[in-house]
């Protein structure tokens, strides 16, 4: 898979509360909202702070019974998942998994994503388009001071 992956794309950090969650990291860390987008499938609020040289994905819940909330139960908030962007998330989960690959894909950012079923070293990992354009020239690369 290395050669697949072509730049981190964000960190996922799971929450209850997006607001609470969104003070923090600007208030601590000086970390701003880029975009922020409700999901149907699954039913989540992803929110996008800018990290430079790529994003911390806030990842909230909007349904009790969903499977991140019952994931925040068991293991509060924090770390949920990192993701690379890759050339083709169908073939870089394909190279990477143990496990059949799952044959639905989702969206975030407007961008095909797709989860490795299967842990990779213990953390979970997502797969997210590549885009050249937007990840690279027209990224800057760093936060301003």
């Known amino acids: 898979m290395s050669r697949m992956i072509r730049r981190l794309d964000h960190v996922a950090v799971a929450t209850s509360d ?3 969650t969104i003070a923090e990291f600007e208030d601590r860390l ?3 909202v880029v975009h922020s987008e409700e999901l149907t499938q699954p ?3 992803l929110t996008y ?3 430079g040289n790529c994003y911390i994905q806030l990842v909230e819940p909007l349904e009790r019974s969903s499977e991140l909330a019952l994931w925040l139960e068991t293991h509060g908030e924090g770390l949920h998942h990192v ?3 890759v050339d ?3 073939a870089a989960i394909a190279a990477t998994s143990t496990e059949p690959a799952p044959g639905e894909l989702g969206t975030g950012r407007g ?3 797709g989860f490795v079923p299967d842990r990779v070293a213990g953390v979970r990992v997502e797969c997210t388009e590549f885009r050249y354009r937007d990840d690279v020239e027209d990224s800057r690369g760093w936060l301003d001071s």
């Open 88 to 90: 083709s998330v169908p």
């Open 49 to 51: 702070l800018d990290a």
């Open 18 to 20: 997006t607001a609470r």
């Open 111 to 113: 961008r095909v994503s």
């Open 43 to 45: 039913c989540v609020r």
């Open 83 to 85: 993701c690379f962007g």
């Open 30 to 32: 000086g970390l701003h």
